[in-house]
């Protein structure tokens, strides 16, 4: 767990990435790409990104700007002054990639669209991301995580349990999982260009996301229609009875979801005497081994409803009660189950083996200090993947990033004396 100590070049060193947007998910995307050494320029409002102000760490700072955007710079561009479309337009002319993060009837009024920034450099990768698509009756509206987690179909299956309504689950997955996917969908667009010299329009969403992360759920074949009609009608009866939603979701899953006695079993979390453990084997071979080190009985019926079932989920319960975690992860290690411990969020950042594999990097920012982080997801044999430094100040990089671009300094002293750009 150590400060990145090298700049090595990456497979993207020498591309440049223009990031219009706030929050966390096409940010997750720029630090990905910053990650294999792209050069990613974050543009920010005169306020800063909102995830400035999120558990501050002082002016400008925050917990969850700093672990968002690590290896970045920034600038702040006024996108609603007249002056800054000569920006906008440098920067898409300097870009290799640009990374677009706003409603749809936004991106022509800032200047930020894919129409005007072809005209300035045809070679870029405009990336358009939004909440729920460019097309369909909706797609002009915004929208956040928790949004998409309902609409998609997967929150029914996924999200937390709440008194009166399902609550969203955090981390907001859809977020970070566009990040990759838009990571993904950038290379693929340079890997175009190479072939072709040619620049393109992407596009990703929210909803595209959460969709796609929830391939295993979301699928309809022939002869579902009358056991989705009984449910629809069975959910009905449990709604007007006033039962709470996870009675509704039980009912689904016992329904809907095929080997949902399984995740009962197998492929849970259990608790210990000390405290919890994760397991997840769900081979013949396994589930053998699974009744071979606990001593609990197979089961008689594959009906998860049925009372012997319950009866099984019940003793394997009661037999993980009666020893340490530590006991059972070195029992079913020993007889090749897969297990593992459940950890706090502050307890993997301690984990060995998540540091050893360069999961968890220490940085230092110049404001607030030393602060853990996480690496990158995946490292390469021939090239470095690796998070090159701490989050940026707030537009400690704009007169720098305008002088590359081509701007004199009279031009930038102008800009920054009429607020369209702002610069520390």
């Known amino acids: 767990m150590t400060q990145p100590a090298d700049q090595t070049p990456g497979v993207l060193t020498g591309i440049r990435v223009v990031e219009f947007a706030q929050n966390a998910a096409i940010p997750h995307c720029g630090r990905l790409l910053a990650g294999l050494g792209a050069d990613v320029v974050k543009v920010e409002p005169p306020e800063g990104d909102a995830m400035r102000r999120l558990i501050s760490l002082g002016e400008m700072e925050s917990r969850a700007y700093a672990l968002i955007n690590p290896g970045k710079r920034s ?34 009024r800032y200047g930020i669209d894919w129409d005007q920034a072809r005209t300035v450099n045809p070679r870029l990768i405009h990336l358009t991301h939004t909440a729920l698509g460019p097309d369909g009756p909706d797609a002009h509206c915004g929208g956040y995580d928790a949004l998409v987690q309902g609409r998609s179909g997967v929150g029914y299956v996924m999200n937390r349990s709440g008194k009166t309504a399902p609550q969203p689950t955090r981390p907001a997955i859809n977020d970070f999982g566009s990040g990759f996917s838009a990571a993904f969908a950038v290379m693929a667009g340079l890997r175009h260009r190479d072939q072709t010299g040619e620049g393109q329009r992407i596009d990703t969403s929210l909803l595209g996301t959460a969709m796609s992360l929830g391939t295993p759920l979301l699928g309809r074949f022939r002869g579902d229609d009358e056991l989705l009609d009984e449910l629809d009608a069975d959910i009905a009866i449990v709604q007007a009875a006033g039962l709470d939603f996870d009675a509704q979701r039980d009912l689904y899953e016992s329904k809907v979801q095929a080997g949902a006695g399984v995740f009962q079993l197998y492929f849970r979390h259990y608790r210990t005497s000390d405290g919890l453990i994760s397991i997840a084997g769900l081979t013949p071979g396994l589930i053998a081994k699974f009744h071979s080190v606990t001593g609990v009985g197979r089961p008689t019926e594959t009906d998860t409803g049925a009372a012997s079932f319950l009866a099984v989920v019940t003793q394997a319960e009661a037999v993980f009660s009666e020893r340490t975690t530590a006991e059972w992860l070195e029992a079913l290690r020993d007889a090749g189950y897969p297990c593992g411990p ?35 997801p995946f490292q390469m044999e021939k090239a470095t993947s690796q998070i090159r430094g701490p989050s940026p100040g707030f537009a400690v990089d704009t007169r720098q990033v305008l002088e590359e671009v081509g701007f004199d300094e009279q031009l930038i002293d102008g800009l920054i004396a009429s607020g369209a750009v702002i610069s520390r």
């Open 75 to 108: 600038i702040a561009i006024d996108l609603g002054s007249p002056d800054s479309r000569t920006v906008v337009d440098a920067l898409f002319e300097w870009a290799d990639v640009a990374l677009v993060a706003f409603k749809l009837p936004d991106l022509a």
């Open 342 to 376: 459940y950890n706090m969020p502050h307890q993997a950042l301690q984990d060995p083996h998540a540091i050893e594999n360069g999961y968890v990097v220490e940085l230092e920012h110049p404001v607030f200090g030393a602060y853990t982080a996480t690496g990158m």
